[in-house]
């Protein structure tokens, strides 16, 4: 497998219920993101994470917590959540954490696209 | 605040030429991307601006002028696969992407 690995790709979800999003990376990268996209809004940032360490938590609500055991995963648990949490969840990653040094590129997966009921 | 504006939507007819253009007002500015995303998939890289000037990548070129705030995305000799949303996004003094709301292109035979 190559680039960035998203799943599930589609969730569907009750607001009592908890689930995880996963995100795996195969290009040896350091850092590695969770992005909300919305229809029609910007990308909203959630969470950054370099070298396992958490340096980015954009104000996100406790209702979603993210893991990153080691530089390759990137977990994002969901836990009551709210039919206003209904978007595409991205996982990115990139070789450094500063979008602009080095070009910054990132690598996005597919996304996990969550339905909250 | 920081804002990234662009066109919602833009139409243009297959073989032609079209320029999506990004606004900006950020803190600081460390760099302008462009990243193209297909309906149902990943956005992908398309360019990277720090300096003024065109950069001119095949099919695709990206300007830009700091002085202005401003960018464009030109797509030349368009094909049907080029439909997608083109996302404008600049790194702000803190290295931060600061994104737009993405540019959807739709292309007509």
């Known amino acids: 497998e190559t680039g960035v690995t998203q799943t599930p790709r589609h969730l569907v979800m009750g607001m009592t219920n908890k689930k995880s999003l996963k995100c795996e990376q195969h290009l040896g990268h350091n850092a590695m993101y969770w992005y909300k996209q919305s229809a029609k809004k910007p990308l909203e940032l959630m969470f950054v994470y370099n070298f396992k360490e958490q340096t980015e938590n954009n104000s996100v609500p406790s209702r979603f917590s993210p893991e990153c055991p080691n530089s390759s995963h990137l977990f994002l648990h969901l836990h009551t959540l709210q039919p206003e949490d209904s978007a595409l969840y991205l996982c990115?990653?990139?070789?450094?954490?500063?979008?602009?040094?080095?070009?910054?590129?990132?690598?996005f997966g597919e996304g996990s696209r969550l339905t909250v009921l | 605040g920081q804002n990234i504006d662009q066109p919602t939507e833009m139409t243009a007819t297959e073989g032609a030429i079209v320029q999506i253009n990004c606004t900006y007002q950020t803190s600081g500015f460390n760099g302008l991307f462009w990243y193209q995303q297909h309906a149902g998939e990943a956005p992908t890289f398309l360019s990277y601006?720090?300096l003024d000037g065109l950069e001119e990548k095949g099919r695709f070129s990206s300007f830009l002028s700091r002085s202005k705030g401003y960018s464009y995305l030109l797509l030349k000799e368009l094909q049907m696969k080029d439909s997608a949303s083109y996302l404008c996004a600049v790194a702000d003094s803190n290295y931060q992407l600061i994104w737009g709301a993405g540019t959807k292109l739709i292309i007509k035979p």
């Open positions: 601006n720090v």
């Open positions: 990115a990653s990139s070789q450094g954490d500063l979008a602009g040094a080095n070009t910054g590129e990132l690598f």
